[in-house]
């Protein structure tokens, strides 16, 4: 398809970071998008403010707070959004909480057990939550499609024990979802993006004179995630993991800058 032009999406955990950069990049395409999130207001990281960039790209942006630890706000959620449009064409899993403070470095015993209720309880079950509520809205749609926002630390040690559970749950999750919606015709993908300058890591590479020249941006991570969702053959792909390092080289993608960061994984496992 030439374009995503009134194609309903949601995109969890938007009001910064990746999720922000994806729901951006489908309003490029023309989407209408609800983001999804806590954070509400005129900030630089609220759902709101992501709506307002996302209109300005050419889409529709719509903003719903939801806390997505909240079983209930999470069905109400999605129960507001098959009332106004009646289906849901793209479901994009990204919602995730960073832990206070970050569990980066140390052993499994120096974090509190909090730790992986932030990272497993948001970053993975909030996701088979939605997905769960989201189905009865995508089976409604005639393309609809799922995209889980993952990481390479589903794959090799990242961060934390618990961080890695998180991921690599996840990836399963994702393979095994799509198992059971070929059947409905709903193609699943994860995503894999690279170092990624959010927020979050430009605040943490202040502190901690990070070089973060090759990262990646939201997004160009936005961009790399609208464009898989434009194949017509994204079927094809149910299941795998996408690497956005490839998607930017296999769709020519540039980030807002006119650039594109050339650094590849070196542990990167095929």
């Given amino acids: 398809m030439d374009s995503l032009e ?8 938007s009001s910064r970071g990746i999720g922000k950069g994806i729901a951006i990049a489908l309003g490029e395409k023309g989407c209408t998008v609800y983001s999804t999130g ?16 996302v209109t300005e790209a050419g889409g529709e942006g719509r903003a719903i707070q939801c806390d997505h630890g909240n079983d209930d ?11 106004e449009a009646g289906r849901i064409d ?17 052993g499994f015993w120096d974090h509190p057990i909090q730790v992986w209720d932030d990272q497993v309880g948001i970053g993975l ?3 088979y939550v939605a997905s769960w509520h989201a189905a009865q809205w995508m089976f409604k749609s005639d393309n ?13 040690y990242h961060f934390s024990s618990s961080y890695g559970s998180g991921k690599a749950g996840l990836d399963r999750l994702t393979a095994d979802m799509a198992i059971e919606l070929e059947p409905k015709g709903v193609p699943a993908c994860v995503l894999y993006p690279g170092s990624v300058a959010t927020e979050f890591i430009q605040d943490a590479a ?19 995630a609208a464009s898989l969702l434009m194949q017509d053959d994204l079927m094809s792909r ?7 390092e490839d998607l930017i080289e296999e769709f020519d993608l540039y980030d807002e800058n006119g650039s594109r960061p050339t650094q590849r994984y070196a542990e990167r496992q095929r």
Avoid: C
Wanted: no cysteine; charged share 20%.
């Fill in 6 to 13: 009134g194609q309903i999406a949601v995109v969890t955990g």
């Fill in 38 to 53: 806590r954070s509400t207001g005129d900030g630089d990281r609220t759902i709101d403010t992501t709506a307002r960039m």
């Fill in 73 to 83: 706000e999470i069905e109400a959620l999605f129960k507001q959004i098959g009332d």
């Fill in 90 to 106: 793209i479901l994009v899993n990204n919602v995730y909480k960073i832990p206070n403070p970050p569990a980066w470095g140390g």
């Fill in 125 to 127: 079950r909030a996701h």
């Fill in 144 to 156: 609809a499609r799922m995209l889980n926002v993952s990481s390479p630390g589903g794959q090799s």
């Fill in 206 to 224: 202040e502190e901690r004179e990070m070089d973060l020249s090759q990262s990646q941006t939201p997004l160009l991570v936005g961009r790399s």
């Fill in 238 to 244: 149910t299941g795998s993991i996408q690497w956005v």
